[in-house]
């Protein structure tokens, strides 16, 4: 089998390093691992097949240096939107993670298990997105409700810290120590525009003209792209002070009446979903469930009191697999198939 030189920029992110773990677990045909990231971490190592590859800082010459075929991004919109270019003019294929591209007409944006074809419209710029965290797990589980008639969508989201980075993930623990040394009220916040520490934040980046934030923007424009159709979605996304695993709770208006029993079981035989769904064994998704898992979960699905087309739903996924690396590895095992 054909094996591939693959770089993976911001390998020493919490996206990059779950990218590189599942890597090693699909036992994807890897000839030479290239992880990049900035000058703070050159030198350090990666263990990856038995082997340490060492951390080069990312620059033009990256690429062509090493004769990268795949590069995987996950280092910021501004990294991508300055180095993409350069690693697919040294002949590799881009799968960015961050923001910067998904929206571009000529970008595919892909979620493997709805739009699978769209990943062939890569020759276009060499360069295919992956979505946004929120937006992955919720299109996977309208994709096979689609046949209904998806007449309008409103979410709201119960965001991890995780979301936004190590660094943010390590400002919750900071908090929680400083808590329970009695000194919260002084605890610093740089990640957060508040203290996430026992508290909840409904704003996950900026606010934009709509009063919607960029986050909302994103579940709500991605959504439309990658189902191709131009659905209603409204979202309120909020920060909420776990470590991994990002939950929704999303209402659906469907054009008929729908059966939650019949949607239930559809979604049991739906592509790399699991329905949670026992209320009275208290069975249904959390984040410390999903947390390491490359599944989405899907429970209490029950019809709307008053209004049968209308359907309730609470989905979780962690947001560093699912929502990040899974779906990137994903899409670049669709591209080898391509290849060879
Ligand atoms: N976290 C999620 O759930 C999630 C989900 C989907 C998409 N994303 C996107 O993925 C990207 C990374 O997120 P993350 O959560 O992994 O962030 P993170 O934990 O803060 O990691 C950032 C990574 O980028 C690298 N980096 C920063 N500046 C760089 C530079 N100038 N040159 C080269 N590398 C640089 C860092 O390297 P150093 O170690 O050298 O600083 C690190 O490896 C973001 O665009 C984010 O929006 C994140």
Redesign the pocket.
């Known amino acids: 089998m054909r094996k591939f030189v693959v770089a993976v920029?911001?390998?020493?992110?919490?996206?990059?390093?779950?990218m590189i773990e599942i890597l090693k677990e699909v036992d994807f045909p890897i000839s030479e691992l290239v992880p990049?990231?900035?000058?703070?971490?050159?030198g350090?190592t990666v263990e990856f097949g038995e082997k340490e590859w060492t951390?080069s800082?990312?620059t033009e010459d990256s690429f062509s240096e090493f004769g990268v075929e795949i590069a995987l991004?996950?280092?910021?919109?501004?990294?991508?939107e300055k180095?993409a270019p350069y690693a697919v003019e040294a002949g590799a294929v881009v799968i960015d993670?961050?923001?910067?591209f998904r929206m571009e007409k000529d970008i595919p944006l892909v979620v493997p298990e709805v739009n699978p074809d769209d990943i062939f419209d890569w020759r276009n710029r060499g360069i295919i997105a992956?979505?946004?965290?929120s937006t992955?797990q919720m299109v996977q589980v309208l994709k096979p409700l689609q046949k209904y008639g998806l007449e309008r969508v409103d979410v709201s989201t119960y965001q991890?810290t995780?979301?936004?980075?190590?660094?943010?993930?390590e400002e919750l623990g900071n908090q929680m120590k400083d808590f329970f040394e009695f000194k919260l009220d002084k605890s610093p916040h740089e990640q957060f525009p508040h203290q996430i520490a026992l508290n909840v934040i409904p704003q996950i980046d900026k606010f934009m003209e709509s009063d919607y934030t960029k986050e909302e923007e994103k579940m709500i424009f991605e959504t439309q792209k990658i189902l191709g159709m131009d659905l209603p979605v409204s979202a309120t996304c909020v920060r909420v002070p776990t470590l991994r695993g990002?939950g929704e709770s999303v209402t659906v208006r469907f054009a008929d009446e729908v059966d939650a029993d019949e949607v239930r079981e559809l979604l049991r035989v739906s592509p790399n979903l699991i329905v949670v769904d026992e209320p009275e064994e208290s069975a249904y998704p959390m984040p410390v469930v999903a947390t390491g898992k490359d599944e989405t979960f899907v429970g209490r699905i029950r019809s709307d009191l008053y209004d049968k087309r209308i359907l309730h739903l609470w989905i979780v996924a962690d947001?560093?697999r699912v929502?990040?690396?899974t779906n990137a590895v994903r899409i670049a095992q669709k591209w080898i198939e391509e290849q060879v």
Request: glycine content about 16%.
């Open positions: 920029v911001g390998a020493t992110g919490a996206v990059g390093e779950e990049l990231a900035s000058s703070r971490s050159a350090g951390v800082e990312l991004f996950s280092a910021g919109g501004s990294i991508s180095y993670n961050t923001s910067h992956n979505p946004n965290c992955i991890a995780s979301g936004a980075g190590k660094e943010a993930m990002h947001n560093l929502g990040a690396a």
